[in-house]
């Protein structure tokens, strides 16, 4: 027994040898293969893609990610980039992903603009959650001026603390684009009601934040009608969605 273990052992260290050299031939293929990745010229970023923006220029949304070309690929740091181009307000999701061998690809999603509220002088840019975007001035084109509230203006990026404006925008939310596009004011009132102001001066009184889109049909196909008529409207009523009431101007 001792003769047939003593053989098995002398047969055992040829493969031990060789399992050896194995390992530090596969150590050398990585550290080969690693400095060829991090100095070839065939992976220095050459391009920065940019998707999803709408709002933000794609100059600025480079800036921010602060990865230039001419870096290797593999060394652009992905995660700093995309928590630098969280912090810009209009930015609510980004990702930050390699397509080899030289691009960067930056994907965004933009924060969407729904209202103005005045403030300090001026108006600032609120999204649907009611986040402080940027400052705009008046007369932004599909954003209605959002009236009647009060609140201490936050920093950029966070949320406006107002009663009553969740409610707002949840109407501006639900209704037609098209509808949307011709209002000039929102005026939200103490208990709640909402009153809303066309660019043309028809006021509509919407009631509370509820059946929000069966009222905005209503509201679309009215205005659409009393346009058509050359009708003077004083306002549509508008508090119970089935029965809308339409008052007109006494000449």
Known sequence: MTGASARRRRQGRPQKRWNAVE????????????????????????????????????????????????????????????????????????????????????????????????????????????????????????????????????????????????EALAVIGGLPGELVAGLSEVHVEKDGQIIMYTADGIQCRFGQAAEIQEKGAVLSQLIVELRKQGARVKYIDLSCAGQPVVYYKKY
């Open 23 to 166: 390992g530090i031939f596969f150590i050398l293929v990585v550290l080969v293969t690693g400095y060829v990745l991090l100095r070839s010229p065939l992976f220095e970023v050459n391009r920065i893609l940019v998707r999803g923006n709408q709002f933000l220029s794609e100059d600025k949304i480079r800036s921010v990610a602060a990865i230039g070309t001419g870096l290797n690929i593999f060394q652009a740091d992905l995660a700093t980039a995309a928590s630098n181009l969280k912090t810009v307000p209009m930015i609510k999701e980004a990702r930050v992903s390699r397509a080899l061998p030289s691009t960067i690809v930056i994907t965004v999603t933009e924060r969407i603009p729904l209202g103005l509220l005045p403030a300090g002088g001026g108006f600032i840019e609120v999204d649907g959650e009611g986040v402080y975007l940027q400052q705009a001035g008046p007369g932004v084109p599909g954003l209605p001026v959002i009236t009647g509230l009060s609140f201490a203006l936050p920093a950029p990026g966070q949320v406006v603390q107002a009663e009553g404006l969740k």
